[in-house]
């Protein structure tokens, strides 16, 4: 059993000792210098503007989730398309009532408002 | 019909209520005002619990079949889960109609969700697959999470959905965890396959106790049995009570329903089923702990709401008193079909008794007050004695009250465990006793309905009017009372549905 599985808890221990060793290695090598400017939060190397706590628009949420939905559509879409004449007529009547099913969600935010941005 | 759909036929009651709850979130999109969907979200749910019985005596379901190569069940325990579960769900959908209109929450996702998380409470209770029972789990659980959050301002709302999601989520992966034990130690997912490969002895013994463990950890969580309870009465004060009515009925019977699945098909194994050292025994210490710890915890509660919640807990401490006894039988004796249909007659009992002390609840208050705690209720029987009526049909029948149908429930298991001889008598008088506990929180309810007079000064509850909260009442009021005075015929469809054990 643990012979089998030697490898995995090999792995496990170097990811593990790495990142450990580096930073142990980093911080009692490396010369500090703390200045104000290295204090601050790291914002792409700009000046930075304010507070990180920030309340986001649920509208990005809404959009997130709605390209989520479509995304899973799309994998969804490629191995069936790729199996098409292997699947054949069963394969597609489930592939039109699972796009029916999206279709209808579709609609539903659609009309719901979930689409638009500005309102 | 069914000769068109052949095979399938068993599947037309969840296929229907998936299609209505396609068609009922277009007529929400499309229709801007006045749509009836709490009527709506009714027609379709008991057309579900309909054609669920049509099938009842259809060859296909009688005879235990499986679909889709092992994926789905067609048998009857999964029609009389869905006629519970769609019932329940229905009654709980006409709460709704009268409840959000009056304390001005309608909108139309709340009948969406209560249908979809049927559908996924339906698929549970069909599940012979654990692939099939994670994803009916998270259908059913992911609504309700939704439901629970559903008063959006109220953070008592936000409180008791965030608990319910987070420890969901955690009972979830145990559940799930417990899922890829089982396939490593037996190299099947399907229930009959995974039992096959048990009783065979091809699978790691240790590997399978473990598992068995996990997912029945994972299940108790959702039947809300103590020590998995904790979030119970969060869930069920913050959510709107109808959405608590929802996850009290149907919630409770779907998870039950799968859990006897999982019991008794995946781990029926001679070994595993042992009444002495398999799971009869933990389930029985299960049962015990749960329904001490719900009785006695739902006596120090003001909160009638949360009361009815640690009630919930109780009742499943019964039941799972009815699951322990089905196994606990003389070894060449096979299951209880007694136990078992106990149990189900219980579920059903249950459902009914629920939705009339939930629908009482939300038929004495009105928008802005509320009714909440025992004092709001004070004088109600005086002033209002058309509303102190089904509260009290409801609580008598909680409480187990001749002749209601809770009064059988509680009798059906408890004499079907006394039948197993003496192994159980001790969990039959951990019954008895804290169901004369129970008595006290319940009777309490009735003295200040009846009893006692609001104090001078102080804001009374005044009853809302809505025919949606009245039907749902007259309804579960019928079955209480049908059931407590003929359950013959109840005992009987609960008997046919148990036989899928065989």
Known sequence: ?119 | MIELLGAWAPLLPVLFVALGGLGLMLVDALVKDKAELAMGTFVVLSLGAGLALGLWNEPVTAASTELFGGWVAADRLSLFLDVAICGGAALAALLGGGYLREHQLERGEFYVLVVFSAFGGMMLGRSSDVLTLFVALETLSLGVYGLVAFRRTSPRAAEGALKYFLLGSFASAILLYGSALLYGATGHTDFVGIAASIEAGDAETRLTILAMALMVVGLAFKVSAVPFHMWTPDAYEGAVTPATTFMAVVVKTAAFGVLLRVLFVVFGDDMLSAPSTGWPRVLGALAAITMLGGNLAAIVQRNVKRMLAYSSIAHAGYILVGIAAAASGPADAGWSETALSSVLYYLLAYTVSNVLAFGSLILAGSHGKEAVSYEDLAGLGRRHPAVALPFVLGILSLMGFPPTAGFFAKYYVLSAAMQMGTGMLWLVLVAVLSSAVGAYYYLRVLVFLFMKQPEPGAVVAVPMRSLYVVSALVLSGYFVLRMGLAPNAYLEFALEAARTFG
């Open chain 1, 1 to 119: 059993m643990f012979e089998v599985y030697f490898p995995v808890f090999l792995m496990l221990a170097i990811a593990v000792a790495v990142p450990c060793l580096l930073f142990t290695l980093a911080s009692t090598l490396g010369t500090k210098n703390p200045t104000p400017e290295k204090m601050l939060p790291y914002e792409s190397g700009s000046a930075s503007t304010g507070a990180q706590h920030l309340r986001l628009s649920v509208k990005f949420y809404l959009t997130a989730i709605l390209f989520v939905v479509f995304d899973i559509e799309a994998v969804f879409l490629y191995p069936w398309a790729a199996q098409f004449r292997e699947l054949g007529w069963a394969g597609l009547v489930e592939m039109v009532l699972f796009l029916l099913v999206l279709g209808v969600t579709l609609v539903y935010a659609w009309k719901k408002g979930a689409l638009e941005w500005e309102r």
